[in-house]
């Protein structure tokens, strides 16, 4: 009997309880009400910092492309200034932003901006395939918005930006300058990485790392460490655990040996090499432009061979390709609408640091031997060293990281050959 009273007892305290006028409301506003104020928050949030945000952005893959830092000032109104360290330090440009709600908060670059919208320019105007160009995102969801942070995934891609204020009374041209001054000096051609014991050689990619490891079963894989430049050094875009040890980025010091930043055992030491092996180890292309007298005059009669056969030359660099040392080229034929690509080889002596001397050794590739036959190709090599050797002073403008080299003839002053470490296409097309 007890217990059929208790259970009655309970069955009319439910039933009171659910005709009660004065019912607790969990939601005690609209749905729409509150996505309109997690929307004036954030704009709030956004346009609060008086100074602007410091913008760490990775376009696209990580992997592929690293990131890139911004300053971005937003205001009330909807504009929002942007500056970005691949311009020039004191340039920025003026569009427009949107916050609204869009399956949760979402930031949206809306209007097009050069300095923003650079990284998702279909044309590629900096890296990346036509059509697609860095797959930067430019609309966001807003995963936190406070002050002391804001941090956005790409809708598109996936990828996260972390926005951190400015300093106060600091100017974004001395951020961006310290910045590039950081990247100068800690860029290289090749890098060791300390950690446990082992020396792990490493080489950059666009803004990434890539190291060459073992894996479990002993094979051997390569790590990429995608990162981006700060005043202190390089941030990982997450820690990347190599030998055990999660690396979180490397702390700038003077010397070229730089320190873990989260305090692990690890260094990354940069490795100079001597100029004129990197003339061997490497690929720098030729541009008709950057010759010297007696370059121009050889590389017009070979400009020439290619006019009568109907060829275009898309690139043409020295260095060495599949274990060959020598000039390296690829073509385009207008009358079969075929491409044609060879070289020719070159025998080298290294003569201390910064000199070489070279000749052509009588052979080569792919299309080569036909291209030297057929379409005034000697004429290239000409400048080089052809049928007499020749030697050349090696200069260049950043030994660590050089965007090209000058190869200054010993013997003949007119005979200078800017070789540049990027691509160049089109190397006879003069601006």
């Not at 807003?142 to 009374?169: N, S």
């Not at 640091?353 to 052979?363: L, P, S, V, W, Y």
Request: with cysteine; aromatic share 14%; charged share 20%.
């Amino acid at each position: 009997m007890k217990k059929i009273h208790y259970l009655l007892c309970m069955a009319v305290a439910l039933i009171a309880a659910s005709c009660s006028n004065e019912q607790e409301d969990f939601f005690s506003d609209s749905s729409a009400n509150r996505a309109n104020a997690q929307v004036k928050n954030t704009i709030e949030v956004l346009s609060g910092a008086d100074n602007g945000w410091i913008m760490q952005y990775f376009p696209g893959d990580p992997a592929t492309y690293g990131g890139y830092n911004m300053i971005i000032k937003f205001e009330k109104d909807g504009q929002v200034t942007v500056a970005n360290e691949l311009a020039a330090s004191e340039y920025t440009e003026t569009s427009y932003y949107s916050v609204k709600q869009s399956a949760g908060i979402m930031l949206s670059f809306d209007t097009y901006n050069q300095v923003f919208h650079v990284f998702s320019d279909p044309s590629a105007p900096l890296s990346g395939d036509q059509g697609e160009g860095m797959s930067g995102d430019y609309d966001f969801s807003v995963m936190k918005a406070e002050a002391d942070q804001v941090v956005l995934k790409g809708r598109r891609q996936g990828t996260y930006a972390i926005l951190t204020p400015m300093q106060q009374g600091k100017s974004w041209t001395e951020y961006l300058n310290n910045v590039k001054e950081v990247r100068y000096e800690m860029q290289s051609l090749n890098y060791t990485l300390k950690v446990n014991g082992k020396e792990i050689p490493g080489s950059p990619y666009r803004r990434t790392l890539k190291f060459q490891v073992d894996d479990e079963q002993g094979n051997p894989i390569t790590v990429t460490l995608p990162y981006v430049y700060s005043e202190n050094g390089m941030k990982a875009y997450q820690p990347v655990n190599i030998e055990g040890v999660d690396i979180t980025g490397f702390t700038y010091s003077e010397g070229g040996s730089y320190k873990e930043m989260s305090g692990a055992n690890v260094t990354l030491d940069q490795k100079v090499i001597p100029l004129n092996q990197l003339l061997i180890d490497y690929q720098w292309f030729c541009d008709y432009s950057d010759m010297g007298t007696f370059g121009k005059k050889a590389w017009a009669y070979f400009g020439r061979g290619l006019n009568e056969l109907g060829d275009i030359l898309l690139y043409a660099f020295f260095g060495t390709y599949n274990d060959r040392f020598g000039f390296h080229f690829v073509s385009y034929s207008t009358t079969d609408g075929n491409h044609y690509s060879g070289g020719l080889n070159y025998k080298y002596t290294l003569v201390g640091d910064n000199k070489i001397r070279m000749q052509f050794a009588e052979n080569g590739y792919g299309s080569g031997a036909w291209y030297y036959q057929n379409a005034k190709m000697d004429y290239a090599l000409y400048p080089f060293g052809y049928s007499k050797e020749k030697t050349f002073t090696i200069t260049t403008d950043n030994p660590k990281m050089p965007s090209y080299l000058i190869l200054s003839d010993d013997n003949d002053k007119t005979n200078v050959i800017k070789l540049s470490y990027s691509v160049v296409s089109f190397p006879f097309l003069e601006e």
